[in-house]
């Protein structure tokens, strides 16, 4: 079995996974990672979806990843966050159209060649299923633990529990569920609808027993934020969102610093 290594001068990485396309990962992943740089830790954020990259927009920055000796890469920065992703290479409109190996050489360069130091947290937006590029990830990096995104429809839970799954086989520790598009808040006349249902990230976790981390509003102005590069965090930060995302921060703050003091315990050694 391939040993996980760590990356040069980052503390803790963390994956940010759903199993599944469509339930906003890459917007938690994003609002996750700004949240943290605001809270007081120094991020970084990894874009692991090569075919659908999404994070330079959602992030906003201006400016490309550049590489002064054409081995290691300065990673680009917004909001405080330092950021690599395929986005930032290729054109919208091009494709890629690449085979496994290609993708997971790429997946190793971003994760080894970016000049991602000094980090607290590398917040990985993982991509979306089981396969070759999520496993890869597990096996070759020390992951501190995974962030599992669902809607709270069946359709997705059931994506959700297979990526439970597969970090458990990986022996990734899992942080817990979010909740997103918990509920529609109507902009008109606030009130709430539960158009995905409500309340089955929650049930899953529960029967899982993992933790269960927030609830994250479906609204319109996260959404438009998003296509913006606006993290909703900063832009609205006393909206029920940016509310959600403050409390999944400090949790995944409180997780990291209870691996810390379990890692610092002293070894004790019984002779009898």
Not at 80 to 102: E, N
Not at 147 to 169: W, Y
Not at 172 to 186: A, L, Q
Not at 221 to 244: C, M, T, W, Y
């Amino acid at each position: 079995m391939q040993v996980a290594s760590q990356i040069p001068g980052v503390k803790h990485v963390i994956a940010v996974s759903s199993a599944k396309g469509g339930v906003g990962k890459s917007t938690v992943a994003m609002n996750l990672a700004v949240t943290l740089s605001l809270q007081g830790l120094k991020v970084g954020l990894m874009d692991a979806d090569v075919y659908g990259p999404s994070v330079p927009k959602m992030l906003g920055a201006q400016e490309p990843p550049v590489s002064h000796d054409g081995e290691m890469v300065e990673p680009a920065s917004a909001h405080g966050v330092k950021a690599m992703s395929m986005g930032f290479l290729v054109d919208d409109d091009t494709p890629m159209v690449w085979r496994g190996p290609m993708v997971l050489s790429a997946l190793k360069q971003m994760l080894f060649q970016t000049n991602w130091a000094p980090l607290d947290v590398l917040v990985l937006d993982m991509p979306p299923g089981t396969g070759d590029s999520q496993l890869s990830i597990a096996q070759q990096v020390s992951l501190a633990g995974a962030v599992v995104v669902s809607t709270p429809q069946d359709i997705a839970l059931l994506d959700a529990r297979k990526g439970v799954t597969m970090f458990n086989k990986v022996n990734v520790p899992i942080m817990g569920f979010v909740e997103n598009m918990s509920h529609f808040i109507c902009p008109h006349c606030g009130g709430e609808s539960h158009i995905f249902d409500h309340g089955g990230a929650r049930k899953a976790a529960e029967e899982m027993g993992v933790p269960f981390l927030t609830e994250i509003p479906l609204d319109i102005n996260l959404r438009q934020f998003s296509d913006e590069g606006k993290p909703v965090v900063i832009h609205a930060p006393d909206s029920k969102e940016a509310e959600a995302f403050k409390v999944l921060g400090q949790k995944v703050q409180d997780f990291l610093q209870e691996q810390e003091a379990q890692n610092d315990q002293p070894i004790k050694i019984v002779i009898e």
